[in-house]
Nanobody
Framework: QVQLVESGGGLVQAGGSLVLSCTAS????????MSWYRQAPGKQRELVAR???????YYTDSMKGRFTISRDNAKNTVYLQMNSLKPEDTAVYYC????????WGQGTQVTVSS
């Protein structure tokens, strides 16, 4: 069993930045990929970014150029640097990984005011 714990959410003005962290209860090196998802009120959960164990990254189009995903295997932590935040980025952000079963964090709220 693996626990994923997110932190770093909060309230920020449009144009501002936040860094989210996701720390796993065991080594993340064995995960083939770690991802960030988000869910806004009344909307489906959507993929934000993914990083593989090799360090390859993928971003949903609307996040490209603004968000950066990274990982620190020594700290069992994945980060999401979010810049140029917009009100439409307001959502609960979740950390996700898979190792035979799905692992989700509890989520961290990001609110961007206009």
């Amino acid at each position: 069993q693996v626990q994923l714990v997110e932190s770093g959410g909060g309230l920020v003005q449009a144009g501002g930045s936040l860094v989210l962290s996701c720390t796993a209860s065991r080594s993340i090196f064995s995960f083939s990929a770690m991802s960030w998802y988000r869910q806004a009120p009344g909307k489906q959960r959507e993929l934000v970014a993914r990083i593989t164990s090799a360090g390859n990254t993928y971003y949903t189009d609307s996040m490209k150029g603004r968000f950066t995903i990274s990982r620190d295997n020594a700290k069992n932590t994945v980060y999401l640097q979010m810049n140029s935040l917009k009100p439409e980025d307001t959502a609960v952000y979740y950390c996700y990984s898979w190792d035979r079963i799905d692992y989700w964090g509890q989520g961290t709220q990001v609110t961007v005011s206009s």
